[in-house]
């Protein structure tokens, strides 16, 4: 299985999956030839279609948030493909916007089972519409970012707004052993900000103090 959540994620946690999700999605989960993702095999097990929780569409608002960040980081892929690592580079960040948009997917799909503690995330419910106007901003800015620093200040304002605060909130106010036990869930944050602080001095040194205040601010 490929995707956010592997089969080894699985494997580690059987329990968690089969009381969340059953045997059968376990079981074709651990399956070696299964080239697919696990948001694929929900589909199939037909997991989408459960009722809606009353705040599912925050959920769907905050996965939106996180594919339009990874349609950002793929254009600046393409747009600024030399030298290889700069395009590696915002490549891997679309990519990893992309896990965060799946992960928040298992969560809405356990949302709408009523495995949910709604009160956090209610309280962000109108930090998500700020969030939408800033991330509108940064879709609209593409037009003019003519050089890689540029695109690289664009990632600092995206990762510096509550978009992965949000997420956090997310999988904290989830009750679900599946999402507290995955390493995908409790990590996912964490190694995306720490990879953004690992690489982008190297390729712009003058943001090095702007990595720094991003780990402090998402310390916090």
Request: contains cysteine; proline residues 5%; aromatic residues 10%.
């Amino acid at each position: 299985m490929v995707g956010a959540i592997t089969s080894w994620d699985v494997l580690f946690h059987p329990v968690a999956t089969v009381h969340c999700f059953g045997w059968q999605v376990f079981l074709r989960a651990l399956s070696p030839w299964h080239e697919t993702t696990f948001l694929s095999l929900l589909r199939e097990a037909n997991f989408f279609g459960a009722a809606t929780s009353p705040f599912t569409g925050v959920l769907e608002r905050c996965i939106d948030l996180e594919l339009r960040a990874e349609r950002i980081y793929s254009a600046f892929a393409q747009q600024f493909d030399q030298p290889e690592r700069i395009r590696r580079f915002f490549a891997s960040l679309a990519a990893q916007e992309q896990e965060h948009a799946d992960l928040l997917e298992v969560c809405r799909v356990l949302a709408a089972r009523g495995n949910w503690n709604v009160e956090p995330v209610h309280a962000w419910r109108d930090r998500v519409g700020h969030l939408e106007q800033q991330m509108q901003g940064a879709e609209t800015s593409l037009r003019s970012i003519e050089n890689v620093n540029d695109a690289l200040q664009v990632v600092i304002e995206i990762e510096s707004s509550e978009i992965n605060q949000i997420f956090q909130v997310i999988v904290a106010a989830a009750d679900s052993p599946f999402i507290a036990r995955l390493r995908p869930f409790r990590r996912a944050m964490e190694a995306h900000l720490a990879y953004i602080c690992r690489q982008m001095p190297k390729l712009a040194p003058p943001l090095a103090p702007a990595c720094r205040e991003l780990m402090a601010k998402f310390s916090r």
